[in-house]
Structures are given as C-alpha cells and as structure tokens.
C-alpha cells in the first residue's frame, strides 16, 4: 500500500510539473512576431531555474539564427552556465553555437564550442550525437582548408554509420585523399600516429595515386586488398574503385566513319592507315571486324543512327568533322559509343567519348608547365588566325585560373611584320620613339642611348611552325629578350631531327608526343617504312588511328576512375568529366639544334 501511494504521489507530482509548464507566460496574438517572441524568452529566463533558463535561451537563441541575428544568437548562447547543465542539454547548446559560428564562417569558434562537450568523442555517447558532433568539426576542417583532419572525421563518421548509409561517406573519404600528392601521403603513412582504420585509408590512396597506369593500378589494388582484408573501404570501396572493375568495351563489330573526299580527306586517310595498321597486329581473340563508313555521303546524325541499327554496329570511330561532332553531342544520347575525332568545345551526349590532337589542349598544358617553373608573368606570341585566337584564348585562360598573368600579347601575320609585331610586344619600338622625340626637343646636344625592352615579363609562350620559329627566336634577342625562357606548343618541331637548321631554336622548350620524341614503337617502323611522311608532323595523324584502336576496349574503366591512363603514341591518355580523352605530353628542350627530353 505505501508503494502504491508513493507512485500515486509522483504521478501527481508529475502531472502538477506538466500543468505548470504549460501554464508558463505565452505572448499575446499582437506579440507573437519572432522579434517579441525573443524578447519575452529572454525575460522569462531570467526568473527560472538554471535548467529550464538554458531551455529558453536555448529557444531565444534558434529563433534569432532565423533572423539571421547570428551574433546576438552568440551572445545569448554564451551567457548559459554549460557546467550546470544536463549532459544532452550541454550538448544540444555547444552544437548550436557551433552552427551559429559556421554561418559565420568562424571555424575556429566552432570547434572551441565543440571542445566544450569532450564527452561527445567518446564510445560511450549516443550514436546520433556522436555522429552530429563530427560532422560539425568534419565541416569546421572544410572551412579551414583542413582535408586531413576532415577525412579523420568523416573516417570516425563512417564507423558509427550503419553499412547501408556508408557509401556517400566512403566516397567523400576518397574524394578529399584524392587532393593529396603521393609525397604527402608517404609522410602521413610513415608519421606512426595514425588509427588501424586511417592508415589503411592512406595505404589505398597511396597505392592508387602512385599507380596511375590501369594494369599496374589493378595488380596495386589486389595487393590492398590482400593486406587490408577487415578494413571498410575493402567491405564497401569508394564507387571509383568500384567502378575499375567495369568490364572493357567489347566490340565485334566496328565502324570507321571518316571522309573519302574533301578538305579533310587527306588527314582521314593517316588516321584509317593508323587503325588499319593497329587491328593487323591485334592478336586478341576478341578482334573486331571493321567497316568503314564514308562520312561525305553519311554527315548528319539522322543518317548515322538508322544505319547502325540497321548494320548491328557496336562501336563507331569518328567522325573528324567538328561540325558533325557537335550535331552529335547535341544528341543527348547515343545508341552506340562513338569515339570522335574531334571536340564540340561544350555539352556532351552520353556515350559519345571526344579524342583529338588539340592545340588548345597543348596551350593549356604549356601554361600548367610554366606556372610549375616559377614563371608568374608571361606574353604570349600565336599566329594570326581564327586558330591562333583560340590558342591564345585558352592559353590565357589556364594561366590565369593557376594563378598567373599574361601581361602582353600578339599574333602574328606576314613574316614581312614579325620584327615590329615583337618590338611592339617588348616595347622597344617606345624605347626608341621616346629617345627620338627627346632628340627633337633638344637639338644640338649629343645625348647617349641605350635601347632596352620592358620587365614585366619573366617567360615567353610560343606557338609558331618550324620556319617562323626559326625566324621568331633571333628577333626576340636582337630585341633583348633572349635571356626569356621560351615555351613552345608541338607546332615548332617539324617532328625530324635537323640540327643544322634548328639551332636557331636552342632554349627553346616544346611539349611534343611519344610518337615524336621518343624511341619508334614496332608501329611506327612498320608505318615508317611503307610512308615516308610519317616522321613529319603529318606522321601524328597516324599515331591518333593507333591510339583510337588501342584505347577504345578501355573507355569506359578509364571514365569510372578519372586520372587512370594508359600509353599511347599520341601521349598518356586519360578522360575527363566531359568524356574528352587527355593527352598528357612529354616535354623537351632545344640543345645544339636536337630536342633532348626533360625528365
């Protein structure tokens, strides 16, 4: 009986506690704007006790973050005792002022809030919290610029995850390792400080980004897995290392889209004599037949799509034309993939893969190359033409988002202008107008000249063919800028040694392919006996008819793990996100009148 009196008594208790809660002061209709709802808040705390005096500032403070008043949120928060406080009350008002001083963009408040419920990091608090307080630091890091410690975070988030939800994190994990450079991972893996979890997230990273060729980053990706048989990433890997395992493109049979006549009928013929010369050493079991299309006759996708339904086509290698390349992006989706040989410059259709020998791609990497060098503030020298504009365009762009500046710049016309057209870039032509209008003005007094060029430029971009280089070279340095470093696109080797007349292009440093620079494969000397052009610069036309044949099977692995490559003739080839195949090019310097690599 006295049990039953004593519950009795404290449901009474309770409910008493219940009706004076809701009885507490409310605002009136007319008051209830946010701003009078602060306020009354506010003076209710100051008469309550200290549990229930942190709940309303608690409220006060939430609705003043809806005002967007995140300071005056702040204050109200940082006058509550935490020390009094229950262990979920004290959490649920650090995490609240950690949110309001990320809105602020205070990440350093943030986690100085955050410190203040050291509970919060141990095994023994809720999941829900544990994982709320991590993500708030993981986001504090990112403010900071701090991947290391946000992938740490998002790692310790991971664990307290269910299984099913941790696939977004896995990916975020391997999407921040993915900005660390191999050097700055060996250093974290060797620090000894990390967790069994960390350091098998760093060792998989490491093991990918050290292997960028496919094979070799299959075999480095089994040996992780041998080793790291209990860890997440091996349960459930990022979706990228997922994705290595997409089957190759398994063509049977391939169609050949290229023009028989035209303007472009002679680049078309290198390109087929290349793929030709590709499938007749194929010694796969899985060796396509080939059929080739006429693109003069079929140069619409309306006419395309119909017939490689009608003919089973599995693949399509083509077309050259830009134009018909961008009718076909425009698409949205293709029926079959399409390797074309050129780029619509925008919105791509899915399955429509672009390969090509870009000059703009070739400025790009050129402004990469030099901002790498040190060199902050650059001219740039391009023909005068709709293509030469591009160049520079792009050029300019790349340089610029690296952080650099192009300071001056021309193109050049006739080579009857090349020595004006340079003294103007360099300003010597002003130099020499100034001390000329100074010898007017002062007749009859001998006056001493030396003629210099502007200093505002530390390197010099060039995209010039064999014969205007050799002319551009000299001028610059009667023009006293041959102490300037030069950067050339491809365009200044004529792609066959010739020292006598190259050196006047010594310094010169020039991104070129494989194919050019480096010792001929068993396809070049085949094709380099049956044409005699193709160690000219034309002979690159049949290195992309190679590289097209021996990089379609690998199209869809290389665009499910971005930065993955494999060898060609043309260059390392990657893909990008718009599906565009990237040549990485080998660079190499002019010396004695013969490009010598750069290593």
């Not at 602020?104 to 999941?127: G, K, T, V």
């Not at 080793?227 to 990228?240: K, M, V």
């Not at 079959?336 to 429509?352: C, D, M, R």
């Not at 009859?444 to 010039?464: C, M, N, P, S, V």
């Amino acid at each position: 009986m006295k049990f039953s009196y004593r519950l009795s008594l404290l449901t009474l208790c309770v409910l008493v506690i219940s009706a004076c809660s809701n009885n507490l002061p409310r605002p009136t209709v007319e008051d209830a704007t946010p701003e009078n709802q602060v306020e009354s808040l506010l003076k209710q705390s100051t008469s309550a006790k200290p549990i229930r005096a942190a709940e309303l500032r608690m409220e006060a403070a939430k609705l003043l973050l809806t005002l967007n008043e995140k300071q005056r949120a702040l204050s109200v928060l940082d006058q509550i005792d935490l020390s009094l406080l229950t262990p979920s009350l004290r959490f649920d008002i650090a995490k609240l002022k950690a949110k309001a001083a990320l809105e602020q963009s205070d990440a350093r408040q943030a986690l100085i809030y955050l410190d203040q419920i050291p509970e919060a990091s141990s095994n023994d608090y809720p999941a829900a919290q544990a994982i709320e307080y991590r993500e708030l630091r993981a986001e504090a890091y990112q403010q900071q610029n701090d991947p290391l410690s946000e992938v740490r975070e998002l790692i310790k988030i991971a664990l307290l995850t269910p299984a099913a939800e941790q696939q977004p994190l896995h990916d975020r994990i391997w999407d921040l390792l993915l900005q660390f450079n191999p050097d700055t991972l060996r250093q974290l893996i060797q620090s000894g400080t990390n967790s069994y979890f960390e350091q098998g997230w760093l060792e998989l990273a490491m093991t990918l980004l050290s292997n960028t060729a496919l094979d070799s980053q299959n075999q480095a990706l089994q040996r992780w897995q041998a080793l790291w048989t209990d860890h997440p990433a091996n349960a459930l890997p990022p979706s990228q290392l997922s994705n290595m395992n997409t089957a190759q493109l398994n063509a049977q049979k391939v169609a050949v889209l290229l023009p028989n006549s035209g303007q472009l009928s002679g680049p078309a013929t290198a390109i087929k004599e290349g793929i030709l010369q590709a499938h007749f050493r194929d010694g796969s079991l899985t060796k396509p037949e080939l059929l080739f299309l006429d693109s003069s006759q079929i140069n619409s996708p309306f006419q395309l799509i119909p017939l490689l339904n009608t003919l089973e086509i599995d693949l399509i290698i083509g077309p050259l034309d830009k134009e018909f390349v961008i009718q076909l992006a425009d698409q949205g989706t293709l029926t079959s993939p399409v390797l074309a040989l050129n780029y619509s410059e925008g919105p791509s259709a899915a399955q429509l893969f672009q390969f090509g020998l870009s000059a703009e791609d070739e400025a790009r990497q050129a402004a990469t190359k030099m901002w790498q060098d040190g060199h902050r503030q650059v001219a740039s020298i391009t023909p005068a033409t709709e293509w030469g504009s591009r160049i520079a365009s792009a050029f300019n762009q790349q340089f610029t988002e690296l952080g650099g500046k192009v300071i001056t710049q021309t193109q050049l016309g006739n080579i009857d202008t090349f020595a004006g057209s340079i003294a103007s870039l360099l300003n010597t032509d002003a130099s020499q107008s100034r001390f000329k209008a100074l010898k007017q003005r002062l007749p009859g007094i001998k006056l001493e000249f030396e003629e210099h060029r502007r200093t505002d430029i530390d390197a010099i971009y060039l995209t010039a063919l064999p014969n205007d280089a050799r002319q551009i070279k000299p001028i610059l340095a009667f023009n006293f800028a041959g102490d300037l470093p030069i950067y050339a696109s491809s365009h200044v080797y004529s792609g066959s040694q010739n020292p006598v007349l190259d050196q006047d292009l010594n310094g010169i440093h020039f991104c070129a392919s494989p194919w050019t620079l480096q010792p001929p494969s068993q396809d070049k000397i085949l094709l380099t006996q049956q044409r005699a052009n193709a160690e000219s610069r034309f002979g690159r036309l049949y290195a992309l008819g190679l590289d097209a044949y021996h990089v379609y099977p690998y199209l869809n692995q290389l665009q499910a793990v971005p930065g993955t490559q494999i060898q060609g003739e043309t260059g390392q080839l990657s893909i990008n996100t718009r599906g565009e195949i990237v040549r990485t090019l080998l660079w190499a310097r002019f010396r004695d009148g013969v490009p010598q690599l750069i290593e």
